[in-house]
Structure formats: C-alpha cells, structure tokens
C-alpha cells in the first residue's frame, strides 16, 4: 500500500470516530455540514466540522428571545473577552458582521484615496473602496508567494491612505514571514494605517507570532481584522472583529452598518471559550491538507506552500472549465484563473472525491 493510500485511511478512520471530543463527532458534523443540495462544497474556505456544539447551544437558549435586539451587555462581554485574551481594551475592539463589515468601515474611514495591496489577494476591501472612488495600486506576490514588502513599501506615497495586508494570503493559502510583515508594518504604519487581515491566522502552526497584534498593543497605526466565520466554524453566522488603536478604532465604529445579530453575538461569545474545537479542527486540517497534497504531488502538479484551510493548485492550461465540470461530478469549487485553482481542504472523504473527479477529468 503507498504512503499515502494508508495516510488517508489512518485520516479516515479518525474522522470516522477517534476524534470525537466534547459532543462533537467530527465525521457526523461533517455529514450534517457540508452538503450544499447534493454537492460538496469546497469553494468557500469554510469549516467542514462544523462549529462549537456550546455556540449551538447558546443559539438555542437565546432564540426566545429574538423579539429583542441583541442585549449591549453580551456584545460588551464579547468585546472584554476578546480584549482580555489580546491584551488589549475593549475600547481596541471593533465587532463587525463578520470580518467583511470591518474591511468595509476601513475602506470607508481610510482607503478612499489610495491602496496599497498584494496581487492577487481578498478583492473586498479594494472592490469597496474602488466604488467609493479609490485608486488601487496592486504589487504582486513575490516568487515565493510572500508579499513583496520593499515593492510594496516603495509605492506607499504620499498618497496613499491605507494599505492592506493578508497573512496567510487569499487565494494564494501562503505566509509571508512574521519578523519581515512586522517590520513592513512598523515603518509602513508611520505613512498610512495598514490593515493586516489575518482571517485564516489561527490555521497556522505559530499563530500568536504571526499576528500583529502586538502592534496595536505598541500603539501603531495598524488594524487587524479576525473572524469567526472561518477556523470558529460560524460563516454563515456573521461575526468579526477589528483590533486597533482606540482613536483608530473609533474612526472605524464610525461607518458599522447595523447592530449585531442576537444570536450570532451570543454564540461567538461561547465558541470564543471553546478553544477545544480550534485546536481539533487545525489538527484535522492540516493532516488532511497534507494528505491531499501529497496526492498532488504524485500527480505532479505545482502549488503554493498552504498555511490555511484551502490550497492554491496549479492545474495548468486547458482546463478553464475545471468548475464546471467538477460541478457534474457533484464538486464545487469555482473555475481556475490563469490555470490556478483554489481548493478548499474539506474532510478526509471530500478530498478523496475531489481526487478520484479531478484524475477522471484529466484523463478525458
Ligand atoms: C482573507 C479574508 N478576509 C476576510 C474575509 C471575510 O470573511 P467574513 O466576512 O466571513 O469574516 C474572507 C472571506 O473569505 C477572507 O478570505
């Protein structure tokens, strides 16, 4: 048996039940999770394990009291507790629905003249800001898919009013090196807040170095956005948040949208405390990613190093209708840019499927 035939069978047969914890049984919620109708969804970087069986039970303690609007004491007890845990004020914290609302209220205080960004990475920020009349200046990722930070910091002008960072990138899964983003944004920050969206951070073997949080800490002009909807398992749920400076974050609270959802709120406060689930589900994650690429590997195809839940494949030329055609075999991912694929790493079986589809279709 290859390598890697046993390392997805060991990886199955965990999934199938060893990795139960608390009351969760990571390979029902997956069941129970994933299926979009009938197709497998590996398109939208989300937690196949679902979410903290405590977020599930907060919702339904609350949901009696959905004729309310959401009680400003729980947002302010989230807030503390985030807080609390970065070492920060809840005067530093800026909840948002989901960590998109935060990349909004920046493009909208800071980003309307001139942003500084990686190319390619997360659009939303850009596209948001693009529409409130913004000029984009793109540098492109480096060879080996970091930021280019002297590119980057050479074009930070004048003119520039924000510049964005994501670490691990979107689409590319990849991580520029903690010491070289710190250094960019100590300095870069003195021209132009930077925002470091790190919406994939806690996938990563060192998160807390790789943050840069302690930036906000030291009092620079950095903002860090962080989300539940990712490794907390809770996208469709709506909930993210912003760290930064407090007249930095001021400015932010400034352009929120709405108030929060009740039972969004109270249930990220839960899953916050469940860090059991975070920890089991960056396990699953990365011995399943390791796994598929491997298969990759035997298939010989290129990729960018993966810090995250999803892998950015090379899967060359002719098959710009990959996404459609994965979607006949019950897959869905989107369609490949210049001959790059984003890939999410669902569970151990959803890979498999991708597998088996993916050779079927390259045979053709
Ligand atoms: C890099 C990055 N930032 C932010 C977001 C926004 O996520 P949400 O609004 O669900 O927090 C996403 C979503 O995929 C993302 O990939």
């Not at 899967?315 to 984003?342: C, E, H, K, S």
């Amino acid at each position: 048996m290859s390598t890697t035939r046993r390392e997805w069978l060991k990886i199955s047969a965990l999934s199938a039940g060893a990795l139960a914890f608390g009351s969760v049984d990571f390979a029902q919620k997956a069941d129970a999770q994933n299926n979009s109708g009938n197709l497998i969804k590996l398109s939208g970087n989300e937690n196949p394990y679902g979410f903290s069986p405590k977020a599930k039970q907060s919702m339904l303690d609350a949901l009696t009291g959905g004729n309310r609007y959401a009680n400003p004491e729980t947002v302010a007890r989230l807030e503390q507790q985030i807080a609390a845990r970065e070492g920060l004020k809840s005067e530093n914290v800026v909840l948002g629905t989901g960590s998109g609302e935060v990349l909004c209220m920046a493009a909208i205080a800071f980003g309307r003249q001139e942003i500084v960004a990686p190319e390619p990475t997360f659009p939303s920020l850009m596209r948001y800001a693009e529409n409130l009349g913004a000029r984009l200046k793109p540098v492109a990722l480096n060879e080996k898919w970091e930021h280019d930070f002297g590119a980057m910091a050479k074009l930070t002008g004048e003119n520039t009013s924000l510049v964005y960072v994501c670490n691990p990138n979107n689409p590319t899964a990849s991580l520029s090196p903690a010491d070289a983003l710190r250094a960019f944004c100590r300095e870069t920050s003195k021209r132009a807040p930077v925002f470091a969206d790190e919406a994939y951070l806690e996938y990563t073997d060192d998160y807390p170095r790789n943050s840069m949080v302690d930036l906000v800490r030291s009092g620079e002009n950095v903002i860090v956005s962080r989300t539940f909807s990712k490794i907390y398992g809770m996208a469709g749920l709506r909930v993210g948040y912003g760290l930064a400076r407090a007249d930095v974050a001021q400015k932010l609270k400034k352009f929120r949208m709405t108030w929060f959802n009740s039972l969004s709120i109270g249930a990220a406060l839960a899953a916050y405390e469940d860090q059991n689930f975070i920890n089991e589900s960056r396990k699953k994650n990365t011995e399943v990613r390791r796994a598929f690429l491997s298969e990759m590997d035997k298939m010989n195809l290129k990729y960018a190093p993966s810090d995250a839940n999803f892998v950015w494949l090379n899967v060359g030329a002719g098959l710009d209708d990959l996404g459609d055609r994965m979607r006949t075999r019950g897959i869905w991912i989107g369609n490949p840019r210049g001959g790059w694929q984003r890939v999410t790493v669902g569970t151990s079986d959803e890979m498999q499927k991708f597998v088996a589809a993916f050779k079927e279709i390259r045979k053709v």
